[in-house]
């Protein structure tokens, strides 16, 4: 099923050769949940959820959460911008994991259509050592875009991702909220 929707809306090849076999389940605070390229809002979306998926409680996990539609599908120049990176996470415990990028919830440009927003989830072979820019805080968008979590897994030898979902969503009155929280400067 996840393969199919992975498929369907074209996640696979534009963030990941070959699709996770499990779905990942991702519950946000506001009462929703991610299933596989269902529309969500930006409002919906504005905290971090709970994401869990089948764990070995022994091993070490990875998770990523990725725009490829920036500014557009269409146009993706950006491709992709990051939205969150968790890294050595124990079992499915994300409060336990390092976080690499602080989350930032989903905010597409006003006229820029729906956006796909994807979770990936990989088992760690070891420990994945700090990113070469730090912590990467929600205050600041740097450093996330032209992001590639391929490029990302292949690197870290991360192989196939276990586990994943996906949503989209399109502006709403919530973006230029989340805009506001981009203080830091360059
Ligand atoms: C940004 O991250 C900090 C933790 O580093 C958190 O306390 C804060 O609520 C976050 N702000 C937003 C707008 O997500
Ligand atoms: C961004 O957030 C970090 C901590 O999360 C803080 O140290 C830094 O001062 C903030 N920058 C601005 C410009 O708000």
Same mark, same amino acid.
């Given at each position: 099923?996840?393969? *199919?929707?992975?498929?369907?809306?074209?996640?696979?090849?534009?963030?990941?050769?070959?699709?996770?076999? /499990?779905? +990942?389940?991702?519950?946000?605070?506001?009462?929703? %949940?991610?299933?596989?390229?269902?529309?969500?809002? =930006?409002? *919906?979306? /504005?905290?971090?959820?709970?994401?869990?998926?089948?764990?070995?409680? %022994?091993?070490?996990?990875?998770?990523?959460?990725?725009?490829?539609?920036?500014?557009?599908? +269409?146009?993706?120049?950006?491709?992709?911008? !990051? !939205?969150?990176?968790? +890294?050595?996470?124990?079992?499915?415990?994300?409060?336990?994991?390092?976080?690499?990028?602080?989350?930032?919830?989903?905010? =597409? =440009?006003?006229?820029?259509?729906?956006?796909? @927003?994807?979770?990936?989830?990989?088992?760690? +072979?070891?420990?994945?050592?700090?990113? %070469?820019?730090?912590?990467? /805080?929600?205050?600041?968008? *740097? !450093?996330?875009?032209?992001?590639?979590? *391929?490029?990302?897994?292949?690197?870290?030898?991360?192989?196939? =991702?276990?586990?994943?979902?996906?949503?989209?969503?399109? @502006?709403?009155?919530?973006?230029?909220?989340?805009?506001?929280?981009?203080?830091?400067?360059?």
């Amino acid at each position: 099923m996840a393969v *199919q929707a992975f498929q369907k809306h074209e996640v696979i090849p534009d963030v990941l050769k070959t699709a996770p076999l /499990k779905v +990942a389940k991702v519950v946000y605070d506001s009462g929703v %949940e991610v299933n596989l390229g269902a529309e969500l809002t =930006p409002t *919906q979306v /504005k905290n971090p959820p709970t994401v869990t998926w089948e764990a070995n409680p %022994e091993a070490l996990y990875c998770l990523v959460l990725t725009d490829p539609d920036a500014p557009t599908r +269409a146009d993706p120049k950006w491709r992709e911008w !990051h !939205h969150w990176i968790v +890294a050595n996470i124990p079992g499915c415990d994300v409060s336990k994991g390092d976080v690499f990028a602080e989350y930032v919830g989903a905010g =597409p =440009p006003e006229k820029t259509g729906l956006h796909r @927003y994807v979770f990936v989830v990989y088992k760690q +072979a070891g420990k994945l050592a700090n990113p %070469e820019y730090g912590r990467l /805080k929600n205050n600041s968008t *740097q !450093h996330r875009n032209e992001f590639k979590t *391929q490029l990302f897994a292949e690197k870290n030898g991360l192989g196939d =991702p276990i586990a994943g979902n996906f949503f989209q969503a399109q @502006y709403d009155d919530y973006v230029p909220q989340l805009y506001k929280q981009f203080t830091a400067k360059y």
